[in-house]
C-alpha cells in the first residue's frame, strides 16, 4: 500500500510568515491608533480650546458692552496660568483689540474676525463671537498650543515600543508555535503511520484467522460432503429411504426412496403422517402405529413392516426402522429413520411358502399314487410281473417329477409330456416311429404328472403288445385347440399303427381304467380307448379349466 | 451679597473723558456733560441686551423697543444717533420722549428725568409692577432699578436688583458684575 507522504514544507514556513503577519497587523493597528488618537486628542482639544474661548467670550460680554477694558483685561489675564496659551484678545462690535495678550513668539492680530477654529501645525486657533442675547458685542481671539513636540513623541514613542514588544511577543510565539506545530505534525504522521500499520497487522491477522477457518469448514465441509456422498451412496445402493417427522407437529420430511416407497414422485404432496397414513394398506394402518406408539414409549427402535398403496391396486412391502428424540423434559421431538422396499423378498417368502405347500401336497400326492399304482399293479398282474410294472410305473412318475423339477414345478408343456413318456421306448435312431403334433398347451403340474401317467400307460401298452412292439409300428399323437387365442377345450388323439393286429383285452387292467376312467374323472372329460385291429386308438376330450392348465 | 467689590477700572472712556478735558480747557464742563449723557444715551439701550423682559412687556414679535424719556431730555440728538438703527433681537429701537407714564405708555426702559407733569417717584409708584426697566440719573435714591453714577470719571450704575424683581424683568449676571453696587432689598 502507498502511503502519502505528509506535506512537510508548508506549515514550517507558514510560522515565520503568520508572525510577520501577525507583527504587520499590530504595526497597522498600532498606527490605526494613532491617528484615531491624534484625531481624538484634536477634536478635545478642540472642544477644550473651544469651553475656555466661550468661557472667555461670555466673561467678556459686559466689559465690551459698557467698554471697560480693565475688566475686559482682567479675564483675559486670568488665562495667563494656562502655559498653553500663547495668545489671547478681546475685540469690540468693530473688530479691534480691546484687551489681549502674547506670548514671546506669537503674534496677536489688531483686528479679530470670526472664523471657523484651525489647527497650523501644533497650533490651534479659536475665534468666536461675544454675544448678548441677540446682539453681537465683540470678538474674542484664543491661539493654543494643542500638545508640544516631545509630549506627543514621548506618547507615540511609548505606543511605538508597546507595539515593537508586542510583535516580538508575537515573534517569539510564532517561532515557538511553528517548532510545536512541526513536533506536532511529526507526532501526528508517525501516530498515522503506527495506526496504518496496526490496521494492516489486524487485517493480517484478520485474514489469517479468516483463512484458518475457511481450510477448517473446507475441510469440514469435503468432509461432510464426503459422509454425506457416501451415505447417499449408501443409501442408493441399499434403495434406502430416510425420512424425520416432528412429532410435535406431525409434520413429515420425506427423501426421494422414501416417497418411491409410496409411489409418489417428489412433487406429491407428501408431509404430513396423516399423508402417510392414509397411504398405508388399511389392515396395516393400526399396526404401523401401534409399532410406532410402542417404540416411542418404550424408547426402543422402531421396525415395522407394513403394505404400502401405491396406486392402481398395486401393494408394496416396506420395512421401517427408526429411532425417536427427545427433549430435555423427556418429551418426544421427532423421529428419524429409514427405509427399505422389502415387496420382493416379500414375494419370494410367498412363493416359497406356496411352493413348501404345493412340495407337501405333490408329495402326498405321489405317496397316494404310489401307494395307488402298487395297490392296482397288484390287482392285475402275478407275482413276477408285478416288480417290473410295479417299477415301470414308478420311473414314468418319477420322469414327470422329474419334468416338472426341471421347470421348477411351474407346469409343463403338453409336447415335452409326452415326448419324455415315450422316450424309453423309442431309440433315438427310431426317432420318427413317433410323431407328436398340435399347438403349444402348457400344464399345469398335476395335469403333468396325470397325463404322464396315462401316457406312460398307453406307451407300456404299445410296447409290450402294440405298434411299438414291432419293427416299422408308429404311433402318431396330434392335438388341437378349439381356439388358438382362448381354448376351451383340448382333443388329444393317440393312434398306433403297423403293429400286430389288436384284439380287444378280456379284462381290463390297471391302464386301462386309469386312463378311461381316472383321467376323464380328474379332468371332467371324456375319454375315449378303442382296441381296433390295425391298432389302439384313444381320443381324449379335454376341457381346459384352470385345474389342466397353467397358461394358453 | 450686598454690593459688587469695587474694582479699580481704568477704561477707554476715562481716558478719553481725560483727553476731552485736557484739551478742551474751554466749556470743558459742557464738553464732559455733553460727552457723559452721550455715554449714558448708548447705555440706555446697551443694558438692554442683559436683560430680560416677559413675553407680556411686547405687543407682537415685531412691535418695537421702545426708549422713554420722561420729562426733560438731557440727551438730545445723541440718544437718537445711538439707538439709530439699533435692534433688539427683532424689535426696532425707537424714543419716545413723555412728560408722563403710565402702564400703558408701553416703554420697556424709561428714564425718568424731572417732569413738571410727574415726579420720578410718582412715575415710578405708577409704573411699579410694570415690566419696565427704569433709570435714574443722579446723586440721590430714587428708587429706579438702575441709577447712573460717574466715579472716577467714568460713567457707572447701581442696580437694585429687588426694584428689577418687583417690576418682573431679569438681570443678568454680567449685568449685575459691571454695576458698582447691586442692591438686593427693597428701600
Same mark, same amino acid.
Given at each position: 500500500?502507498?502511503?502519502?507522504?505528509?506535506?512537510?514544507?508548508?506549515?514550517?514556513?507558514?510560522?515565520?510568515?503568520?508572525?510577520?503577519?501577525?507583527?504587520?497587523?499590530?504595526?497597522?493597528?498600532?498606527?490605526?491608533?494613532?491617528?484615531?488618537?491624534?484625531?481624538?486628542?484634536?477634536?478635545?482639544?478642540?472642544?477644550?480650546?473651544?469651553?475656555?474661548?466661550?468661557?472667555?467670550?461670555?466673561?467678556?460680554?459686559?466689559?465690551?458692552?459698557?467698554?471697560?477694558?480693565?475688566?475686559?483685561?482682567?479675564?483675559?489675564?486670568?488665562?495667563?496660568?494656562?502655559?498653553?496659551?500663547?495668545?489671547?484678545?478681546?475685540?469690540?462690535?468693530?473688530?479691534?483689540?480691546?484687551?489681549?495678550?502674547?506670548?514671546?513668539?506669537?503674534?496677536?492680530?489688531?483686528?479679530?474676525?470670526?472664523?471657523?477654529?484651525?489647527?497650523?501645525?501644533?497650533?490651534?486657533?479659536?475665534?468666536?463671537?461675544?454675544?448678548?442675547?441677540?446682539?453681537?458685542?465683540?470678538?474674542?481671539?484664543?491661539?493654543?498650543?494643542?500638545?508640544?513636540?516631545?509630549?506627543?513623541?514621548?506618547?507615540?514613542?511609548?505606543?511605538?515600543?508597546?507595539?515593537?514588544?508586542?510583535?516580538?511577543?508575537?515573534?517569539?510565539?510564532?517561532?515557538?508555535?511553528?517548532?510545536?506545530?512541526?513536533?506536532?505534525?511529526?507526532?501526528?504522521?508517525?501516530?498515522?503511520?503506527?495506526?496504518?500499520?496496526?490496521?494492516?497487522?489486524?487485517?493480517?491477522?484478520?485474514?489469517?484467522?479468516?483463512?484458518?477457518?475457511?481450510?477448517?469448514?473446507?475441510?469440514?465441509?469435503?468432509?461432510?460432503?464426503?459422509?454425506?456422498?457416501?451415505?447417499?451412496?449408501?443409501?442408493?445402493?441399499?434403495?434406502?429411504?430416510?425420512?424425520?417427522?416432528?412429532?410435535?407437529?406431525?409434520?413429515?420430511?420425506?427423501?426421494?426412496?422414501?416417497?418411491?416407497?409410496?409411489?409418489?414422485?417428489?412433487?406429491?404432496?407428501?408431509?404430513?403422517?396423516?399423508?402417510?397414513?392414509?397411504?398405508?394398506?388399511?389392515?396395516?394402518?393400526?399396526?404401523?402405529?401401534?409399532?410406532?406408539?410402542?417404540?416411542?414409549?418404550?424408547?426402543?427402535?422402531?421396525?415395522?413392516?407394513?403394505?404400502?398403496?401405491?396406486?392402481?391396486?398395486?401393494?408394496?412391502?416396506?420395512?421401517?426402522?427408526?429411532?425417536?428424540?427427545?427433549?430435555?423434559?423427556?418429551?418426544?421431538?421427532?423421529?428419524?429413520?429409514?427405509?427399505?422396499?422389502?415387496?420382493?423378498?416379500?414375494?419370494?417368502?410367498?412363493?416359497?411358502?406356496?411352493?413348501?405347500?404345493?412340495?407337501?401336497?405333490?408329495?402326498?400326492?405321489?405317496?397316494?399314487?404310489?401307494?395307488?399304482?402298487?395297490?392296482?399293479?397288484?390287482?392285475?398282474?402275478?407275482?413276477?410281473?408285478?416288480?417290473?410294472?410295479?417299477?415301470?410305473?414308478?420311473?414314468? $412318475?418319477?420322469? !414327470?417329477?422329474?419334468? #416338472?423339477?426341471?421347470? +421348477?414345478?411351474?407346469?409343463? =408343456? /403338453?409336447?415335452? @409330456?409326452? *415326448? %419324455?413318456?415315450?422316450?424309453?421306448?423309442?431309440?433315438?435312431?427310431?426317432?420318427?416311429?413317433?410323431?407328436?403334433?398340435?399347438?403349444?398347451?402348457?400344464?399345469?403340474?398335476?395335469?403333468?404328472?396325470? $397325463?404322464?401317467? !396315462?401316457?406312460?400307460? #398307453?406307451?407300456?401298452? +404299445?410296447?409290450?403288445?402294440? =405298434? /411299438?412292439?414291432? @419293427?416299422? *409300428? %408308429?404311433?402318431?399323437?396330434?392335438?388341437?385347440?378349439?381356439?388358438?387365442?382362448?381354448?376351451?377345450?383340448?382333443?388329444?388323439?393317440?393312434?398306433?399303427?403297423?403293429?400286430?393286429?389288436?384284439?380287444?383285452?378280456?379284462?381290463?387292467?390297471?391302464?386301462?381304467?386309469?386312463?378311461?376312467?381316472?383321467?376323464?374323472?380328474?379332468?371332467?372329460?371324456?375319454?375315449?380307448?378303442?382296441?381296433?385291429?390295425?391298432?389302439?386308438?384313444?381320443?381324449?376330450?379335454?376341457?381346459?379349466?384352470?385345474?389342466?392348465?397353467?397358461?394358453? | 451679597?450686598?454690593?459688587?467689590?469695587?474694582?479699580?477700572?481704568?477704561?477707554?472712556?476715562?481716558?478719553?473723558?481725560?483727553?476731552?478735558?485736557?484739551?478742551?480747557?474751554?466749556?470743558?464742563?459742557?464738553?464732559?456733560?455733553?460727552?457723559?449723557?452721550?455715554?449714558?444715551?448708548?447705555?440706555?439701550?446697551?443694558?438692554?441686551?442683559?436683560?430680560?423682559?416677559?413675553?407680556?412687556?411686547?405687543?407682537?414679535?415685531?412691535?418695537?423697543?421702545?426708549?422713554?424719556?420722561?420729562?426733560?431730555?438731557?440727551?438730545?440728538?445723541?440718544?437718537?444717533?445711538?439707538?439709530?438703527?439699533?435692534?433688539?433681537?427683532?424689535?426696532?429701537?425707537?424714543?419716545?420722549?413723555?412728560?408722563?407714564?403710565?402702564?400703558?405708555?408701553?416703554?420697556?426702559?424709561?428714564?425718568?428725568?424731572?417732569?413738571?407733569?410727574?415726579?420720578?417717584?410718582?412715575?415710578?409708584?405708577?409704573?411699579?409692577?410694570?415690566?419696565?426697566?427704569?433709570?435714574?440719573?443722579?446723586?440721590?435714591?430714587?428708587?429706579?432699578?438702575?441709577?447712573?453714577?460717574?466715579?472716577?470719571?467714568?460713567?457707572?450704575?447701581?442696580?437694585?436688583?429687588?426694584?428689577?424683581?418687583?417690576?418682573?424683568?431679569?438681570?443678568?449676571?454680567?449685568?449685575?458684575?459691571?454695576?458698582?453696587?447691586?442692591?438686593?432689598?427693597?428701600?
Amino acid at each position: 500500500m502507498r502511503v502519502a507522504r505528509p506535506k512537510t514544507s508548508t506549515p514550517r514556513r507558514l510560522g515565520p510568515t503568520m508572525t510577520v503577519i501577525v507583527a504587520l497587523a499590530l504595526l497597522l493597528a498600532g498606527l490605526s491608533m494613532a491617528i484615531l488618537n491624534e484625531r481624538q486628542v484634536k477634536v478635545q482639544k478642540l472642544r477644550e480650546v473651544g469651553v475656555q474661548a466661550e468661557i472667555l467670550s461670555g466673561s467678556v460680554a459686559g466689559a465690551l458692552a459698557f467698554d471697560d477694558r480693565a475688566a475686559a483685561a482682567e479675564y483675559v489675564g486670568a488665562l495667563r496660568a494656562n502655559r498653553d496659551v500663547e495668545a489671547v484678545g478681546v475685540y469690540d462690535a468693530q473688530g479691534k483689540l480691546a484687551a489681549g495678550y502674547a506670548r514671546p513668539g506669537s503674534r496677536l492680530p489688531q483686528t479679530n474676525r470670526v472664523e471657523p477654529a484651525a489647527f497650523d501645525g501644533v497650533h490651534l486657533t479659536i475665534t468666536v463671537p461675544v454675544v448678548q442675547g441677540s446682539t453681537q458685542l465683540g470678538s474674542v481671539y484664543l491661539r493654543t498650543l494643542t500638545e508640544p513636540l516631545p509630549r506627543r513623541l514621548a506618547r507615540y514613542g511609548a505606543v511605538g515600543v508597546l507595539i515593537l514588544m508586542a510583535s516580538l511577543v508575537v515573534a517569539v510565539f510564532g517561532a515557538s508555535n511553528a517548532s510545536l506545530s512541526e513536533a506536532h505534525r511529526k507526532l501526528q504522521v508517525e501516530m498515522a503511520e503506527r495506526a496504518r500499520a496496526e490496521a494492516a497487522l489486524r487485517l493480517s491477522q484478520q485474514a489469517e484467522a479468516e483463512a484458518q477457518i475457511a481450510i477448517a469448514t473446507e475441510r469440514g465441509r469435503a468432509a461432510l460432503r464426503q459422509s454425506e456422498q457416501q451415505l447417499e451412496l449408501a443409501l442408493r445402493a441399499g434403495r434406502l429411504g430416510t425420512w424425520v417427522l416432528d412429532l410435535q407437529t406431525q409434520r413429515l420430511a420425506a427423501s426421494e426412496f422414501f416417497r418411491a416407497n409410496f409411489g409418489l414422485g417428489s412433487d406429491d404432496p407428501f408431509d404430513g403422517y396423516a399423508d402417510l397414513l392414509s397411504r398405508v394398506h388399511p389392515d396395516d394402518r393400526a399396526r404401523q402405529k401401534q409399532d410406532m406408539d410402542a417404540a416411542i414409549e418404550k424408547r426402543t427402535d422402531l421396525e415395522s413392516e407394513y403394505r404400502t398403496l401405491v396406486g392402481d391396486g398395486e401393494t408394496r412391502w416396506i420395512l421401517v426402522r427408526g429411532r425417536a428424540a427427545y427433549d430435555e423434559g423427556g418429551a418426544p421431538t421427532r423421529m428419524t429413520g429409514v427405509s427399505l422396499d422389502i415387496t420382493a423378498r416379500k414375494r419370494a417368502d410367498e412363493r416359497q411358502r406356496l411352493l413348501l405347500d404345493e412340495l407337501n401336497h405333490r408329495v402326498k400326492n405321489t405317496l397316494a399314487t404310489v401307494q395307488s399304482i402298487a395297490i392296482q399293479t397288484s390287482r392285475t398282474a402275478d407275482a413276477p410281473s408285478f416288480e417290473q410294472a410295479f417299477l415301470s410305473r414308478i420311473a414314468a $412318475l418319477a420322469q !414327470a417329477h422329474d419334468l #416338472l423339477t426341471a421347470v +421348477a414345478w411351474d407346469g409343463a =408343456s /403338453l409336447k415335452d @409330456v409326452i *415326448g %419324455r413318456t415315450m422316450a424309453p421306448y423309442v431309440s433315438d435312431a427310431q426317432a420318427d416311429r413317433v410323431s407328436l403334433a398340435g399347438p403349444n398347451v402348457r400344464l399345469n403340474p398335476n395335469a403333468a404328472v396325470s $397325463l404322464t401317467m !396315462a401316457f406312460h400307460e #398307453l406307451a407300456t401298452n +404299445a410296447g409290450k403288445y402294440g =405298434s /411299438l412292439s414291432v @419293427v416299422g *409300428g %408308429r404311433v402318431n399323437v396330434d392335438w388341437r385347440v378349439d381356439s388358438a387365442s382362448n381354448p376351451t377345450f383340448i382333443e388329444i388323439d393317440w393312434r398306433e399303427a403297423g403293429g400286430p393286429q389288436v384284439s380287444p383285452p378280456t379284462r381290463r387292467g390297471f391302464g386301462s381304467r386309469l386312463v378311461e376312467t381316472g383321467l376323464a374323472r380328474e379332468f371332467d372329460g371324456q375319454i375315449e380307448l378303442h382296441f381296433a385291429p390295425e391298432g389302439v386308438w384313444c381320443h381324449m376330450h379335454l376341457p381346459l379349466s384352470r385345474k389342466m392348465q397353467l397358461a394358453a | 451679597m450686598a454690593e459688587a467689590p469695587p474694582t479699580a477700572r481704568a477704561t477707554g472712556l476715562a481716558a478719553l473723558l481725560a483727553v476731552a478735558v485736557t484739551f478742551t480747557p474751554q466749556g470743558a464742563q459742557a464738553q464732559a456733560g455733553s460727552i457723559e449723557y452721550a455715554v449714558k444715551a448708548a447705555y440706555l439701550y446697551k443694558f438692554a441686551p442683559f436683560v430680560e423682559w416677559p413675553p407680556a412687556a411686547f405687543a407682537s414679535a415685531s412691535s418695537p423697543f421702545q426708549v422713554c424719556i420722561l420729562g426733560r431730555d438731557p440727551f438730545g440728538a445723541s440718544l437718537d444717533q445711538a439707538i439709530s438703527g439699533q435692534r433688539i433681537g427683532e424689535h426696532r429701537v425707537t424714543v419716545r420722549r413723555l412728560d408722563k407714564v403710565d402702564a400703558a405708555s408701553g416703554c420697556h426702559v424709561l428714564y425718568l428725568g424731572a417732569s413738571p407733569s410727574q415726579t420720578a417717584a410718582e412715575a415710578l409708584r405708577v409704573l411699579r409692577g410694570s415690566p419696565i426697566l427704569t433709570v435714574s440719573d443722579g446723586g440721590r435714591e430714587t428708587g429706579a432699578i438702575i441709577r447712573f453714577v460717574v466715579k472716577d470719571n467714568r460713567v457707572r450704575f447701581d442696580i437694585d436688583s429687588a426694584a428689577a424683581a418687583a417690576n418682573h424683568v431679569t438681570i443678568s449676571s454680567k449685568l449685575l458684575a459691571m454695576a458698582i453696587t447691586v442692591r438686593t432689598g427693597t428701600s
